[in-house]
Every structure is written in structure tokens, then in C-alpha cells.
């Protein structure tokens, strides 16, 4: 078969569905790739594993008609040109202006993947982030009436979509592990020696937590001055994004440190102990926590849709309320305190990685939902089944 996967970033397509793309691939399928950016590493990685990759335009954020215009022409005419079987759209824009497309060139089984709701599904009194809610779901509830399934990553998410009028009742709506995480890639790593250092991966976005992750930083250093708050991530041009003065002011207070971005994040969940995640965003099934899990690392996260799902209460982690940086404090001073937690912690965060969230399983479940693999679950879940039970919550019975 031929199938295209559109994304809205051309990294992610190596860094979350490499894996998924090479299974197609290796399945003898011809896999087609489109995000906005000319990337050369990423081209040459497609390559390699036998994936075309194709540009298309798209501004990752904002809502300019005349941009998403363009994305929908350009969608149009690949469809057109490619006639896929399968076309699998991820992340919001992907999915709306993809399944527009599908929609009006017909022929394609379109699925759609809701890696997590974003920033216009965080709660917010605003007039205007409500606003932008309901045209979204408008758009999104009628980009994806017709598609084949629609993947989420947690429960949560099914139940605002469903909410927002996005799906229907009887819609085929599948829960997966996230993108899963490739257990080899990320091997379980021996905690490090001394104080603990904890790590944030992110976007550098309010919602994020940041301004949590920042004052629990200031209050566990007053009292244990060895430990370490270091922070790692893109500044985002995304409406909550944290500014540039205000990094320089928690770096030049000595609270935070932080390291940049990078395309490897391995060398630094090496050197860490605790993996901090205090989001308020409407997080999917957040990749960076599968990370730090399959590394060995204890794990501070919110009690929030997506976080939630990663945490055992008191076996690899602890869950804190949203926007309470004295809970992430509290939780941050318990390593601080016994140094021994997060080693031990942090094996049991391994366990729960290798048995929940392996990309394999990840990936089984989507080809076989997709029709792309052999016994394929596609007629099960087009009438309205999962195909496979979901993973549990692990939180469930922390509450």
C-alpha cells in the first residue's frame, strides 16, 4: 500500500514515529512523510529507512487563513498526485487541514492521531482562548467525521473530545500508549552519585509548569543547596511562551540552570536523577516522562490529563497538583532527603516502561488498526472496538 503521514514538525517524524514509519516501511508499504521545514538530517534518515520525505507549508502556529490555505492546497494537490490508501495526520493542524483534504480527494482511509489537545484545550476563563476552543473543534469535528479512528493517549482526551462535540459516541476512538518508547534507545542508566539533580524537558511554556518548576527550585536549594534545577528545551514563539528575560532572571538568581536544546536528549537524562514534569498543557501522553521512565528515573508530575498516566503513587513517583510549585518543593525535598528514593524509584519507573509503554507494542496496535499489518484489526475497530484493551491508568488507584 501507499501511505502518507503528515506532521507539523519534520524532526518529530524521526524522534516520535521513526520507528512507526520504519515498521511500515519494513512491511513493504511505500511510505511518503510531509512536515513544513527543508531539514536535511531528517530527509537523510527517512532515507535510510526507506521513507520519502516531501515539504509541504504550514505555520505550526497561529490561525492566518492565508497560510492554512496554502497547507490545504498543498495537501490537496499531494493527495491528488500521491493517491495514498492511508493517510495518517498528527498534532492539530496535520489533522484538520488533512482530513479537509481527504475529504475532498476521495480514496484515502484517513486516521487521525491526537498526540494531546495543546494550548487551546488548557483551561482558561479567557474570552478569547474559548473562543478559539470552539472554532477549533469545529474545525477538528469536521476534518475528522469521516475518519477511519481516531488515536488518543489518554482517557482524559476522549472525554473532552467528546465533550466538544469533536467525535461522536460512535466513533472509533482508540487509546494507545503514546508513541511509545524504543526501550533499546533508552536504556536504564545508574542514577548519579550525590545531591539529586532534577530535569525538565519542555517547550519552554508556561503551561509547562515552569514557574512551578522555578519556585520549587528557590525553595529546595534554600534548604539543600547541592541540589541542582536544570531546565532543557526551545524557547516556543507559542502564546505562553516563557520570555527570554524571564530565563535570564532564573538563571542569573542561580535556580535554574539552563542547558539549551538539543536533538539528544540520552547524555542528560544520564546525568540526572528525579524527571520534573509540573504541566498545566493539555498534554497527550508526555514523550519526555517515557523517557526518563525507560532511563530509570523517578519522576515529579501533575496530577493532569497525560502526566497522570505515567505515576504510581509512591512507587516511581509522586503526582502534585497543577500550579502549586510548593507541592513540586515538597515532592523535590523527599529526594533530597533520602537519597536512595530515586535509584529506587527510578527501577521501578524501568519496569513500568517495559512493561506499558515499548514502541513495539505501540506500534503493533497501530498498523494493525491501519490495515498495514498482517491479521489486521482494521474491520474489529471500524465497527466501533478497540482493538486491543488500552494500557491501565496507572494512577487509577492513587486517585
Same mark, same amino acid.
Given at each position: 500500500?501507499?501511505?502518507?503521514?503528515?506532521?507539523?514538525?519534520?524532526?518529530?517524524?524521526?524522534?516520535?514515529?521513526?520507528?512507526?514509519?520504519?515498521?511500515?516501511?519494513?512491511?513493504?508499504? %511505500?511510505?511518503?512523510?510531509?512536515?513544513?521545514?527543508?531539514?536535511?538530517?531528517?530527509?537523510?534518515?527517512?532515507?535510510?529507512?526507506?521513507?520519502?520525505? %516531501?515539504?509541504?507549508?504550514?505555520?505550526?502556529?497561529?490561525?492566518?487563513?492565508?497560510?492554512?490555505?496554502?497547507?490545504?492546497?498543498?495537501?490537496?494537490?499531494?493527495?491528488?498526485?500521491?493517491?495514498?490508501?492511508?493517510?495518517?495526520?498528527?498534532?492539530?493542524?496535520?489533522?484538520?487541514?488533512?482530513?479537509?483534504?481527504?475529504?475532498?480527494?476521495?480514496?484515502?482511509?484517513?486516521?487521525?492521531?491526537?498526540?494531546?489537545?495543546?494550548?487551546?484545550?488548557?483551561?482558561?476563563?479567557?474570552?478569547?482562548?474559548?473562543?478559539?476552543?470552539?472554532?477549533?473543534?469545529?474545525?477538528?469535528?469536521?476534518?475528522?467525521?469521516?475518519?477511519?479512528?481516531?488515536?488518543?493517549?489518554?482517557?482524559?482526551?476522549?472525554?473532552?473530545?467528546?465533550?466538544?462535540?469533536?467525535?461522536?459516541?460512535?466513533?472509533?476512538?482508540?487509546?494507545?500508549?503514546?508513541?511509545?518508547?524504543?526501550?533499546?534507545?533508552?536504556?536504564?542508566?545508574?542514577?548519579?552519585?550525590?545531591?539529586?539533580?532534577?530535569?525538565?524537558?519542555?517547550?519552554?511554556?508556561?503551561?509547562?509548569?515552569?514557574?512551578?518548576?522555578?519556585?520549587? #527550585?528557590?525553595?529546595?536549594?534554600?534548604?539543600?543547596?547541592?541540589?541542582?534545577?536544570?531546565?532543557?528545551?526551545?524557547?516556543?514563539?507559542?502564546?505562553?511562551?516563557?520570555?527570554?528575560?524571564?530565563?535570564?532572571?532564573?538563571?542569573?538568581?542561580?535556580?535554574?540552570?539552563?542547558?539549551?536544546?538539543?536533538?539528544?536528549?540520552?547524555?542528560?537524562?544520564?546525568?540526572?536523577?528525579?524527571?520534573?514534569?509540573?504541566?498545566?498543557?493539555?498534554?497527550?501522553?508526555?514523550?519526555?516522562?517515557?523517557?526518563?521512565?525507560?532511563?530509570?528515573?523517578?519522576?515529579?508530575?501533575?496530577?493532569?490529563?497525560?502526566?497522570?498516566?505515567?505515576?504510581?503513587?509512591?512507587?516511581?513517583?509522586?503526582?502534585?497538583?497543577?500550579?502549586?510549585?510548593?507541592?513540586?518543593?515538597?515532592?523535590?525535598?523527599?529526594?533530597?532527603?533520602?537519597?536512595?528514593?530515586?535509584?529506587?524509584?527510578?527501577?521501578?519507573?524501568?519496569?513500568?516502561?517495559?512493561?506499558?509503554?515499548?514502541?513495539?507494542?505501540?506500534?503493533?496496535?497501530?498498523?494493525?488498526?491501519?490495515?498495514?499489518?498482517?491479521?489486521?484489526?482494521?474491520?474489529?475497530?471500524?465497527?466501533?472496538?478497540?482493538?486491543?484493551?488500552?494500557? #491501565?491508568?496507572?494512577?487509577?488507584?492513587?486517585?
Amino acid at each position: 500500500m501507499k501511505v502518507v503521514v503528515v506532521a507539523s514538525l519534520a524532526f518529530s517524524l524521526v524522534n516520535f514515529r521513526g520507528a512507526l514509519l520504519a515498521a511500515m516501511a519494513a512491511a513493504g508499504h %511505500e511510505v511518503i512523510a510531509c512536515a513544513p521545514e527543508e531539514d536535511a538530517a531528517v530527509r537523510a534518515a527517512l532515507a535510510r529507512i526507506g521513507v520519502r520525505y %516531501e515539504r509541504i507549508p504550514m505555520e505550526r502556529a497561529g490561525l492566518g487563513l492565508k497560510a492554512d490555505l496554502a497547507t490545504l492546497r498543498a495537501l490537496v494537490r499531494l493527495l491528488r498526485a500521491e493517491r495514498p490508501d492511508v493517510l495518517l495526520a498528527y498534532t492539530q493542524k496535520p489533522i484538520v487541514y488533512g482530513g479537509l483534504a481527504s475529504r475532498i480527494v476521495k480514496g484515502s482511509r484517513f486516521y487521525a492521531m491526537v498526540s494531546g489537545l495543546g494550548y487551546v484545550f488548557t483551561e482558561s476563563g479567557s474570552l478569547r482562548r474559548r473562543l478559539l476552543r470552539f472554532l477549533v473543534s469545529r474545525l477538528y469535528g469536521f476534518a475528522i467525521r469521516h475518519a477511519r479512528a481516531v488515536f488518543v493517549f489518554n482517557r482524559d482526551d476522549k472525554a473532552e473530545m467528546l465533550r466538544h462535540h469533536i467525535v461522536r459516541p460512535d466513533h472509533a476512538v482508540i487509546q494507545v500508549a503514546g508513541s511509545g518508547v524504543d526501550l533499546a534507545h533508552y536504556p536504564h542508566q545508574p542514577v548519579p552519585e550525590g545531591p539529586p539533580v532534577f530535569l525538565l524537558i519542555a517547550r519552554l511554556l508556561r503551561d509547562k509548569g515552569l514557574a512551578e518548576y522555578a519556585e520549587a #527550585a528557590r525553595a529546595v536549594r534554600a534548604r539543600y543547596p547541592g541540589c541542582r534545577f536544570r531546565l532543557l528545551g526551545p524557547i516556543d514563539p507559542n502564546p505562553s511562551g516563557i520570555s527570554l528575560g524571564e530565563l535570564n532572571a532564573w538563571r542569573d538568581e542561580g535556580v535554574i540552570d539552563y542547558l539549551g536544546e538539543t536533538r539528544d536528549v540520552r547524555p542528560h537524562l544520564a546525568r540526572s536523577s528525579v524527571f520534573v514534569l509540573p504541566s498545566w498543557y493539555r498534554e497527550g501522553l508526555p514523550r519526555t516522562i517515557l523517557e526518563a521512565m525507560a532511563t530509570g528515573r523517578a519522576i515529579i508530575t501533575t496530577d493532569a490529563p497525560g502526566c497522570r498516566e505515567t505515576v504510581i503513587v509512591g512507587e516511581n513517583g509522586f503526582l502534585v497538583p497543577v500550579r502549586d510549585g510548593g507541592a513540586v518543593a515538597e515532592a523535590a525535598m523527599r529526594f533530597a532527603e533520602d537519597h536512595a528514593l530515586a535509584a529506587r524509584m527510578g527501577r521501578r519507573s524501568r519496569e513500568l516502561a517495559e512493561a506499558h509503554f515499548s514502541v513495539e507494542r505501540v506500534n503493533r496496535l497501530l498498523l494493525a488498526t491501519m490495515g498495514l499489518a498482517e491479521n489486521s484489526a482494521s474491520s474489529e475497530v471500524a465497527a466501533g472496538h478497540e482493538a486491543t484493551p488500552p494500557p #491501565a491508568r496507572l494512577a487509577g488507584e492513587a486517585g
